[in-house]
Nanobody, 126 residues
């Protein structure tokens, strides 16, 4: 069983940087990738998420087009953490950010169903 716990969210000012962290607990041997998602607004009963960034065990990364110039995903396997740096924050970055795990092969990320954290709220004021 894998458990993911996000932290680092809060109310921040536009233009500044923010780092989100995801602590990983449990056996992740089945998976070689991690990813950050945003929870789509208005989805509560059945949460829908959109991929922001993903990283493989070899350090290969992929980003959504809208954020690739400002978001940086990294992982520290020794500390069992996955981080997401958000530079030059904008009001449209306001969202709940969730961490997930899955498989990353040939430039594609395949999320593992049900392996999500609770998310951390990021609110960016203008």
């Amino acid at each position: 069983q894998v458990q993911l716990v996000e932290s680092g969210g809060g109310l921040v000012q536009a233009g500044e940087s923010l780092t989100l962290s995801c602590a990983v607990f449990g056996d992740t041997a089945t998976f070689n990738g991690f990813a950050w998602y945003v929870q789509l607004p208005g989805t509560v009963r059945e949460i829908e998420r959109e991929l922001v960034a993903a990283i493989s065990s070899e350090g290969a990364t992929k980003y959504a087009d809208l954020v690739k110039d400002r978001f940086t995903i990294s992982r520290d396997d020794a500390k069992n953490t996955v981080t997401q740096l958000i530079a030059d924050r904008k009001p449209e970055d306001t969202a709940v950010y969730c961490c997930g795990t899955g498989r990353y092969y040939n430039g594609h990320y395949y999320p593992a169903a049900g392996y999500w954290g609770q998310g951390t709220q990021v609110t960016v004021s203008s």
